[in-house]
């Protein structure tokens, strides 16, 4: 099994709403990360964990709160969000090297 | 200046022609990903590269460390081709920094 999955596929959320994005793997991955993509722009690190716990955090805000519960799982709480927030969220996990890509959640926030 | 920078920006191109992606970098790295996104946002990893030359289907990415260099070549080039092909580079174990994309389009 060499596939990331992601739920849900399309989110659209108030600015007062609590939401979570789910990203799980099993691909025995120890590495897995959170990425934010813009329409026709590069995705951005938005935070790595490495071996169940948070190695990076790139000066992402605190309405973004990142879990790791365990290896194959890792999610994304969202609470209190912008408009400007809504893009594509990417997960992908790695062992060694090649990152494998979750098709992503396209994320809309009113 | 971006840390990677990939030309053309925009590139259509007739069915059967040899396509050539190019990628620059300017720090150090440990590893070169060459990376495709369909429209609908799925990314798929093509290559990782640390030297020399990799291929793999109509596909074939290289890399010149010294000149901190890499092309990707898709050769008899087809229209489900069309894409986004971003390349990226590995800083340190898990750190990937994306140049901005090449967007492909492949007319029948």
């Known amino acids: 099994d060499t596939e990331v999955t992601q739920t849900p596929k399309h989110l659209v959320m108030g600015m007062t709403n609590k939401k979570s994005l789910k990203c799980e793997q099993h691909?025995?991955?120890?590495?897995m990360y959170w990425y934010k993509q813009k329409a026709k722009k590069p995705p951005e690190l938005m935070f790595v964990y490495s071996y169940e716990k948070l190695s990076i955090n790139e000066s992402v805000p605190s309405r973004f709160s990142p879990e790791c519960p365990n290896s194959s799982l890792l999610n994304l709480h969202l609470h209190a969000l912008q408009p400007e927030d809504s893009a594509l969220y990417l997960c992908?996990?790695?062992?060694?090297?090649?990152?494998?890509f979750g098709p992503g959640t396209r994320l809309t926030v009113l | 200046k971006n840390e990677v920078e990939q030309s053309p920006q925009n590139l259509t191109a007739q069915e059967g022609e040899f396509i050539t992606i190019n990628c620059s970098y300017s720090?150090?790295?440990?590893?070169l990903h060459w990376l495709q996104q369909h429209p609908g946002g799925g990314i798929v990893s093509l290559f990782m590269l640390s030297s020399g030359k990799k291929k793999h289907g109509r596909l074939i990415a290289t890399i010149n460390i010294q000149e901190k260099h890499s092309s990707l070549h898709i050769t008899a080039s087809h229209p489900r081709d069309s894409a986004v092909y971003i390349c990226?580079?590995?800083?340190?174990?898990?750190?990937?920094?994306f140049g901005q994309g090449t967007r492909l389009t492949i007319n029948p």
């Open positions: 990226a580079v590995r800083k340190g174990a898990q750190k990937l920094v």
């Open positions: 992908a996990s790695s062992q060694v090297g090649t990152q494998y």
């Open positions: 691909m025995g991955h120890r590495a």
């Open positions: 720090v150090g790295i440990s590893a």
